[in-house]
């Protein structure tokens, strides 16, 4: 089956500073990638997705970053806040419709 | 407008007894999707309705049962109920084609 593995299990940062987690996953037939942040007690949040036909894609602070020769994705936040203090799950799929194998997402804790 | 609605958020219930779950998806979306989250874990997939049938199914046993409703709602059933099957059960809803949309889940806890 899909594995979809993230390189580092938690993450502290400094309020104000950049946050880069990490994501890896092996099927390289995946074309269509997900990030997700969950807090404590709630579902999984969308946060910006992006296509195999894309490296990079820009939101509102966050990057994602996609590279399919080594298969590995990012998700970048910039300015990090106290309120981006959760767990950030990388999803993968073979399309847009299909199911979404997860990692076991890494914990971020920013530090005020 | 409202998002993905479960219910009820919190069931406790014992070893060999029979549980249903409910969802309704996000206004706009027909495609129902049911996730398993244990502690500590990535949700794993359980499986996929559209159009009222199963499209898509993960590796769960057939004791995990669903339906979907003509206006897209879903359950989620799941019988004889195990220790194991203590977690968060997701229900993530999108249109046909494009990203699932979560919502809160219900944690569900085997005694």
């Known amino acids: 089956g899909e594995s979809v593995g993230l390189h580092l299990p938690t993450l502290s940062v400094q309020e104000g500073d950049n946050s880069i987690i990490n994501c890896a996953y092996s099927n390289s037939a995946s074309d269509y990638f997900i990030w997700y942040k969950q807090e404590s007690g709630k579902g999984p949040q969308f946060i910006i997705d992006?296509?195999?036909?894309?490296d990079k894609r820009q939101g509102q602070r966050v990057t994602v970053l996609l590279n399919k020769t080594v298969k590995h994705l990012s998700l970048q936040i910039a300015a990090t806040q106290p309120g981006d203090s959760a767990v950030y799950f990388c999803a993968e799929s073979k399309r847009t419709g299909n199911q979404f194998y997860f990692g076991t997402g890494t914990s971020l804790t920013v530090i005020p | 407008d409202a998002g993905v609605t479960q219910s009820p958020t919190h069931l406790i219930k014992t070893r060999g007894q029979q549980v249903t779950l409910r969802c309704s998806p996000k206004s706009g979306h027909d495609t129902v999707s049911w996730y398993q989250q244990a502690l500590g874990q990535g949700p794993q997939f359980i499986f996929q309705?559209?159009?009222?049938?199963?499209?898509q199914r993960g590796n769960f046993p057939d004791r995990f049962s669903g339906h979907q409703f003509p206006n897209y709602s879903s359950e989620l059933n799941v019988n004889a109920l195990l220790l194991g099957d203590s977690a968060l059960y997701l229900c993530a809803s999108s249109p046909r084609t494009g990203p699932q949309h979560f919502g809160d889940g219900t944690r569900l806890s085997i005694l």
């Open positions: 309705y559209y159009e009222e049938e199963e499209r």
């Open positions: 992006i296509r195999s036909n894309m």
